[in-house]
């Protein structure tokens, strides 16, 4: 039998609230995904201007970053042509995505899920997932 820790709707809450107060901070409306370990949608916020066409990109970012245990930035170079990812991009009906903006929220070393962000640039997108994470961890 397995002990699986994963993120609740309150924890999913705190990282939403964190990343929705430095989205503000920049001056750019994203949307912001809350994914279990599994990958599986626990919150969804698009903020008021967050583009719409970045609703699935975000929650694809928090799908890679929390099922494949990984930032979605890492297989941006991995991704490449001649690196050893190549084309990965395409794979799980195209669900894995390889632009910054989606990490893995880690606590005690595990994988408890993950947040996804969509709207800015790839640095903008990430910087805002951290400080989803960052308020979350200050919670712990």
Known sequence: MLTIKRLDIQ????????AREKSEEIGVPMCIAITDEGG????FERMDGGKVTSSL??????FTASAAKKATHE????????????????AIGGRLMVVGGG??????????GGI????GTPDQD??????????????L
């Open 11 to 18: 924890d999913a809450r705190v990282l939403i609230a964190g």
């Open 57 to 62: 990109i975000a929650i694809d970012k928090s």
């Open 116 to 119: 996804g962000v969509s709207s």
């Open 126 to 139: 990430r910087a805002v997932a951290q400080a989803g994470i960052d308020s979350f961890l200050v919670t």
């Open 75 to 90: 297989y941006g170079a991995a991704s490449q042509p001649g690196s050893p990812a190549y084309g990965i991009g395409s």
């Open 103 to 112: 990490l893995p929220v880690m606590v005690d070393e595990e994988v408890v």
């Open 40 to 43: 599986n949608l626990i919150a």
